[in-house]
Structures are given as C-alpha cells and as structure tokens.
C-alpha cells in the first residue's frame, strides 16, 4: 500500500473542505471496497478523510415537504441498522431483501448506505494491474471485451468498458425510485435520482457516477409508495452467498380491481442487477405491463420486450435468458407477496 495523509474532521463542513481542496483525496467511511482497492493497488490516494465522526446515521420518516410520509436514510448508517429497521421493513421490504442478499454480515457491519453506492465493478480486469483496463487506466483497453467476460454487461456497454456495477442495494432503489441528497463545499444540497446517479461507460468509463469531486452524499430518500405487499428481489448467483450477482432483479407491483379485471397492474417496476454499468431500470418491460392483467403470460411478454435489447458478449450469451426467466420469476414472487 502506499503511503498516504489521514485526516478525522468532526463535522460535515469541514470534511467536505478537506476533500475538495485535494484532488487526489477519498473519503473513507466503511472501507469495505476502497481498502480492498488500496491493497491491490488500483486506488491510490495520497490522503483519506475519515467521515465515520461527522453523523448523517439517522433513519427517519420525512414529516414534511415532496417527500412526506417517505424516508430518509443518513448516509453513514450501517447496511446492517437499515436493512432491519422496523420502517424499512415495514414499507420497503424489497430493500431490505436486496442488501442482505449483499455480501456477508460482517461486511454489511460496515459498509454504508452511501457508500455502498459508490462500490466499483468488481471487473477481474480492473483489479489486475498488469492487465488492460480503461477504467483503471484511460487509453490502456478493455481486457475483457475480448477476454473472459460470462460476468459482463449485455446492456449499455461500449467498446471502452464492459464492466458490470456490483451493488444489490442500488437495484432495489432504482426501483423504488430513489433520490440522492449530495452537499458541496459551499453547503448547496442538489438532489440527484438513483437512475441519473450511476453512468453508462460511454468514452469515460473511469467515470462510476455523476458526483462530482468534493460532493459528500448526505441521505437516501425512498418516496412513499404502495409496493410493500407485493414486491420482491431475486439473486441469481454461481453460489448461495458471498457472490455477485449473474443477474438480479427487483421487482414492484401495485394492482386494483377495475372494469371486471381482478388484478389490473396500477404501477410497476423492474430494475436489473449483473447486466449493465449501472442499475438497469427495464423501462419497456414496465411499459408494456402498465394496464395490463398480472398474468404469467404478460410477464413472460415483458420480459421478452426488455430483453429484445440485450448485447450479450462471447462469454454471457447465457444472461439473455437466464434475464429473461428471472424478470417472469421475480413478477410471480412479488405478484404472490414473497412466495412462489
């Protein structure tokens, strides 16, 4: 590891000053990815900033304002306290089944909900040095574009970065329609939606998200909806635990009995996980559902909508239909509250 300043600023201010006038700084909160990164060398800021004293731990319900009767979950909360808190599971239980569906407990003991968000592609590529890698190193290539690449995006890729982004817990946010509260140096608050947060590759794929540098992510706020009862996340994975996902989806459903139709769809979404540079909002399978009876057969109409798009690569050709079984199945578990 290389040597670096370490810096434990009591307050929110003055965290973001550090940060902001050193380029080559990182916030450090759960450490559970950026230490990881250190050691192997792919990271290498010359100073940390320790935000773990500056609070933003509360999760509250939003009295007031766009947002009333959401939730607001602080930053720098564990992804242990949000994943059980009676509130989340309570009224967004999809959430709470997406991050323990993440990593093992002593991880999700340190990783926060803000940084959690900020994970990077876990791309063998990227990890190795020696190896090619535009997002680790611009102009260098992509190893895996023409190397081993059955983990890899079949959405949004392009010939600069085929790397999928890792979070199970931005799945379900995406399709809970979640927005991020981020602070600057001059203490202006901007509010950034889920979908907007993460990028595609494009011609900048060094580039995870639309932060800028020396923004600090302040809350997570999930607007109110009607989901709880009928929503679901499934993880499809090479092992039982501990494991990226190959694909994963989250899915939300709010019916009504309307014209003689007993389970008309009101409202749903489909966000994916393992396939693309970011979660991946399935807009044409909710598109094609909006109205329409909560069928298998329509399901299975959606899933072939959305999945019409994929790109699959050498290696992930699988993912198209493996994508495809897993929007039908997750629709029918959440359709049935959770059960099969």
Same mark, same amino acid.
């Given at each position: 590891?290389?040597?670096?300043?370490?810096?434990?600023?009591?307050?929110?201010?003055?965290?973001?000053?550090?940060?902001?006038?050193?380029?080559?700084?990182?916030?450090?909160?759960?450490?559970?990815?950026?230490?990881?990164?250190? =050691?192997?060398?792919?990271?290498?800021?010359?100073?940390?900033?320790?935000?773990?004293?500056?609070?933003?731990?509360?999760?509250?319900?939003?009295?007031?304002?766009?947002?009333?009767?959401?939730?607001?979950?602080?930053?720098?909360?564990?992804?242990?306290?949000?994943?059980?808190?009676?509130?989340?599971?309570?009224?967004?239980?999809?959430?709470?089944?997406?991050?323990?569906?993440?990593?093992?407990?002593?991880?999700?003991?340190?990783?926060?909900?803000?940084?959690?968000?900020?994970?990077?592609?876990?791309?063998?590529?990227?990890?190795?040095?020696?190896?090619?890698?535009?997002?680790?190193?611009?102009?260098?290539?992509?190893?895996?574009?023409?190397?081993?690449?059955?983990?890899?995006?079949?959405?949004?890729?392009?010939?600069?970065?085929?790397?999928?982004?890792?979070?199970?817990?931005?799945?379900?946010?995406?399709?809970?329609?979640?927005?991020?509260?981020?602070?600057?140096?001059?203490?202006?608050?901007?509010?950034?939606?889920?979908?907007?947060?993460?990028?595609?590759?494009?011609?900048?794929?060094?580039?995870?998200?639309?932060?800028?540098?020396?923004?600090?992510?302040?809350?997570?706020?999930?607007?109110?909806?009607?989901?709880?009862?009928?929503?679901?996340?499934? =993880?499809?994975?090479?092992?039982?635990?501990?494991?990226?996902?190959?694909?994963?989806?989250?899915?939300?459903?709010?019916?009504? #009995?309307?014209?003689?139709?007993?389970?008309?769809?009101?409202?749903?979404?489909?966000?994916?996980?393992?396939?693309?540079?970011?979660?991946?909002?399935?807009? =044409?399978?909710?598109?094609?559902?909006?109205? =329409?009876?909560?069928?298998?057969?329509?399901?299975? #109409?959606?899933?072939?909508?959305?999945?019409?798009?994929?790109?699959?690569?050498?290696?992930?050709?699988?993912?198209?239909?493996?994508?495809?079984?897993?929007?039908?199945?997750?629709? #029918?578990?959440?359709?049935?509250?959770?059960?099969?």
């Amino acid at each position: 590891m290389r040597p670096f300043s370490f810096a434990r600023p009591k307050d929110l201010a003055s965290a973001v000053t550090l940060l902001s006038a050193n380029p080559n700084a990182k916030f450090l909160a759960g450490g559970t990815n950026l230490l990881d990164l250190m =050691k192997e060398d792919v990271e290498r800021p010359n100073a940390l900033i320790d935000i773990n004293g500056v609070g933003l731990t509360e999760i509250k319900t939003i009295a007031s304002g766009v947002n009333e009767g959401g939730i607001s979950l602080g930053s720098l909360g564990k992804n242990t306290d949000a994943a059980n808190h009676s509130l989340i599971r309570r009224h967004y239980p999809l959430l709470t089944q997406a991050i323990l569906a993440g990593a093992s407990g002593q991880i999700r003991n340190m990783a926060t909900n803000g940084g959690n968000l900020l994970q990077r592609t876990r791309c063998p590529y990227f990890y190795e040095v020696a190896m090619p890698c535009n997002k680790r190193e611009p102009g260098t290539g992509c190893g895996a574009r023409e190397g081993i690449n059955r983990m890899h995006a079949i959405f949004g890729w392009s010939d600069k970065c085929v790397a999928v982004y890792p979070s199970d817990m931005a799945v379900a946010l995406a399709a809970l329609d979640a927005v991020v509260l981020v602070r600057d140096v001059t203490g202006q608050e901007r509010s950034i939606p889920i979908v907007d947060f993460h990028r595609l590759p494009g011609e900048e794929p060094e580039k995870d998200t639309n932060l800028a540098h020396g923004e600090l992510i302040t809350a997570i706020i999930l607007p109110r909806n009607a989901f709880a009862g009928k929503s679901y996340y499934l =993880k499809v994975r090479d092992r039982a635990s501990y494991a990226f996902a190959l694909v994963s989806v989250a899915a939300a459903l709010e019916t009504e #009995q309307t014209n003689g139709a007993t389970n008309r769809i009101a409202k749903v979404r489909v966000a994916m996980g393992g396939v693309a540079h970011k979660p991946w909002r399935a807009l =044409k399978a909710e598109q094609f559902l909006v109205g =329409k009876e909560a069928t298998e057969a329509n399901f299975r #109409q959606a899933a072939d909508a959305e999945m019409a798009d994929a790109k699959p690569l050498e290696y992930n050709r699988f993912k198209v239909e493996l994508g495809r079984r897993s929007i039908v199945l997750a629709l #029918q578990m959440a359709l049935n509250g959770g059960r099969v």
